[in-house]
């Protein structure tokens, strides 16, 4: 019979007599060469796409019955996705070494694809990686998804935007709010998909704390004096002299400001001595410095709230009072020699 497959057994009989000659024919699966053991199947292997891997071994022929290890190899840049069998004892599925039984003709292929590319996770760098208040922060990103970036740092600080690429890379730059208490360690976060936080770097901030300078630092009542504060929160800033607001100002983004003031007088006394001037930023935090006041009677004549009257004047109400030699009644001024009643007229 050979060691090729055998696909019928035929039997031949002769059988003399009257009868003749009987021809008895046996199909496949009941084969003589399955019941002997000397008959083969033929496995035939292939990859798809030929060029995007291998398989082994070879395509040829197995003895009935036997089991045979296949295995799929992709070339670089390619991925196994799954075997395809045909034929009874083959094998289907994705596991790239397998086994076959050779019950019947197998055909074997390997199907392989382009590996996928790994997918790139967002990310941020910040140049430079401390500063004070001011400094001007580069921030690149990349694996971005192209659109709008939200860039954040802790309150102060205001909201910047960017815009990814197509190829999900942005770069931008930042300017370091004022009114940290650093040196501190700030997280600079970057946004996407309605708010969801995609990617985090730290920059540290050597700004000190709140902090003003007066200048001149001592003189008499209504002396102007020039304060400058450095690292507040942006916006609106009062400045007291003592326990009296004296002005306000506002402090830019990188938290300085300047202002002028004449110095008040300080209650209805002659005063000298140091009085703290604070300057507080609409977080709460504050700065301070001293001011010395030599004299409350800096000018010629009368010290009137923090205002200098002139010479002859008089003040009502911390309002100076034009050329009154006598009594000021309600802001007004009574002759001399005259009183001022209980009900707020001039009497003599």
């Given at each position: 019979?050979?060691?090729?497959?055998?696909?019928?057994?035929?039997?031949?009989?002769?059988?003399?007599?009257?009868?003749?000659?009987?021809?008895?024919?046996f199909?496949?699966?009941?084969?003589?060469?399955?019941?002997?053991?000397?008959?083969?199947?033929?496995?035939?292997?292939?990859?798809y796409?030929?060029?995007?891997?291998?398989?082994?071994?070879?395509?040829?022929?197995?003895?009935?019955?036997?089991?045979?290890?296949?295995?799929?190899?992709?070339?670089?840049?390619?991925?196994?996705?799954?075997?395809?069998?045909?034929?009874?004892?083959?094998?289907?599925?994705?596991?790239?070494?397998?086994?076959?039984?050779?019950?019947?003709?197998?055909?074997?292929?390997?199907?392989?694809?382009?590996?996928?590319?790994?997918?790139?996770?967002p990310?941020?760098?910040i140049?430079?990686?401390?500063?004070?208040?001011?400094?001007?922060?580069?921030?690149?990103?990349?694996?971005?998804?192209?659109?709008?970036?939200?860039?954040?740092?802790?309150?102060?600080?205001?909201?910047?935007?960017?815009?990814?690429?197509?190829?999900?890379?942005?770069?931008t730059?930042?300017?370091?709010?004022?009114?940290?208490?650093?040196?501190?360690?700030?997280?600079?976060?970057?946004?996407?998909?309605?708010?969801?936080?995609?990617?985090?770097?730290?920059?540290?901030?050597?700004?000190?704390?709140?902090a003003?300078?007066?200048?001149?630092?001592?003189?008499?009542?209504?002396?102007?004096?020039?304060l400058?504060?450095?690292?507040?929160?942006?916006?609106?800033?009062?400045?007291?002299?003592g326990?009296?607001?004296?002005?306000?100002?506002?402090?830019?983004?990188?938290?300085?400001?300047?202002?002028?003031?004449?110095?008040?007088?300080?209650?209805?006394?002659?005063?000298?001595?140091?009085?703290?001037?604070?300057?507080?930023?609409?977080?709460?935090?504050?700065?301070s410095?001293?001011?010395?006041?030599?004299?409350?009677?800096?000018?010629?004549?009368?010290?009137?709230?923090?205002s200098?009257?002139?010479?002859?004047?008089?003040?009502?109400?911390?309002?100076?009072?034009?050329?009154?030699?006598?009594?000021?009644?309600?802001?007004?001024?009574?002759?001399?020699?005259?009183?001022?009643?209980?009900?707020?007229?001039?009497?003599?």
């Open positions: 019979m050979g060691a090729t497959n055998l696909n019928t057994a035929v039997l031949a009989a002769m059988v003399l007599g009257t009868v003749g000659f009987l021809l008895v024919v199909p496949t699966p009941i084969s003589l060469c399955t019941q002997t053991g000397f008959c083969s199947f033929r496995l035939t292997m292939s990859a796409p030929a060029d995007n891997g291998s398989v082994s071994p070879a395509t040829g022929y197995y003895k009935t019955f036997s089991s045979v290890t296949i295995k799929a190899t992709p070339q670089s840049g390619y991925t196994f996705l799954r075997w395809t069998g045909t034929g009874t004892g083959s094998y289907t599925g994705n596991s790239q070494t397998a086994t076959v039984i050779m019950r019947s003709d197998i055909q074997e292929t390997a199907v392989f694809g382009p590996q996928a590319k790994p997918v790139a996770q990310s941020i760098s140049t430079p990686s401390s500063g004070p208040a001011g400094t001007v922060i580069q921030v690149t990103g990349t694996g971005f998804q192209p659109g709008p970036v939200t860039i954040k740092l802790p309150d102060p600080q205001p909201v910047w935007t960017a815009t990814a690429s197509q190829t999900g890379t942005f770069s730059t930042i300017t370091l709010a004022g009114g940290y208490s650093g040196p501190i360690s700030l997280t600079v976060t970057a946004y996407q998909n309605n708010g969801a936080v995609v990617a985090t770097a730290t920059f540290s901030d050597t700004s000190g704390g709140r003003i300078t007066i200048s001149p630092a001592s003189g008499p009542v209504s002396t102007t004096v020039t400058t504060g450095t690292n507040f929160a942006p916006g609106a800033v009062t400045v007291d002299f326990n009296t607001l004296v002005t306000t100002a506002t402090a830019a983004l990188v938290g300085t400001f300047t202002t002028s003031f004449p110095v008040p007088q300080i209650g209805t006394s002659e005063y000298t001595g140091t009085v703290e001037v604070t300057a507080t930023d609409s977080y709460g935090a504050s700065g410095a001293a001011f010395t006041i030599t004299s409350s009677s800096g000018c010629s004549g009368v010290v009137c709230g923090t200098c009257c002139p010479s002859g004047d008089t003040c009502s109400g911390n309002t100076c009072v034009v050329g009154c030699s006598g009594t000021i009644c309600r802001g007004a001024c009574c002759p001399a020699g005259s009183v001022c009643t209980s009900s707020g007229t001039c009497a003599t």
